[in-house]
Structure formats: C-alpha cells, structure tokens
Nanobody
Framework: QVQLIESGGGLVQAGGSLRLACVHS????????MGWFRQAPGKEREFVAG????????GYAESLKGRFTITKDNAKNTVYLQIDNLKPEDSAVYYC????????????????????WGQGTQVTVSS
C-alpha cells in the first residue's frame, strides 16, 4: 500500500498561483502511476493531471491544459501540481492518487486505476 500526503493548498486570489505537493511512501516500487484529481462541492471527482509510470510521460485533462503542470522529484518521492492563473472555479479539494504499474496517456485519468488516495488539500480561489 502506498501512503500519500498532500500539502500546499490554501486561499489565494484569482490570478495567483499555487504549487501542491504529494509525498508518497510505503511500497512505492517502480513503476508507479500517479495522478492529481479534484472535487468541488456537489461535483464528481475529476482528473487533472498524472504520470503514466513510463518515465516522465504525463497526461492532462483536456479542459485544464495550459494552467496546470505536473512534475516530480524522484529523490524526494514527491509529485507536484503547479496551478497558474487560478480561477474561482478551480476551488476544490485536490487529491493525489497512486497505484503500482503503468497507465497510458489516455487511461491515466481513470479513477479506477488508482488504489491509494491522499486526504486531499483544499484550494480556495477568491474573485
């Protein structure tokens, strides 16, 4: 089982930036597919970005491309989500997810591929 701890959320004004971090520990043998999802009140949890497990191969939600960037530091067992030009509609709880193995760029956004989830970090964007 992989343990995940997110951090970096907070209250920010529209137009600002945040960098979320997800530290993973436990049975984190490679390869490991990892994703960021978000859930706003009353809405389904949606995919934001993810690593497929193939090196630095990534996938992004089409509707969110451009303002979100996923990166990682393998030495620190940490995956980051940089969010720029924040909008009020980005307000949500952001979750990190992981599972052993690979995903494709098309499937990395499928929640069913993940069996470990963090507690989430709240992002609130004021207008």
């Amino acid at each position: 089982q992989v343990q995940l701890i997110e951090s970096g959320g907070g209250l920010v004004q529209a137009g600002g930036s945040l960098r979320l971090a997800c530290v993973h520990s436990g049975r984190t043998s490679r390869p490991l597919r990892m994703g960021w999802f978000r859930q706003a009140p009353g809405k389904e949890r949606e995919f934001v970005a993810g690593f497929t497990g193939f090196g630095n191969s990534t996938g992004y939600a089409e509707s969110l491309k451009g303002r979100f960037t996923i990166t990682k530091d393998n030495a620190k067992n940490t995956v980051y989500l940089q969010i720029d030009n924040l909008k009020p509609e980005d307000s949500a709880v952001y979750y990190c997810a992981a599972a052993p193995g690979f995903a494709t760029v098309r499937s990395v956004g499928d929640r069913r591929l993940y069996n470990s989830w963090g507690q989430g970090t709240q992002v609130t964007v004021s207008s």
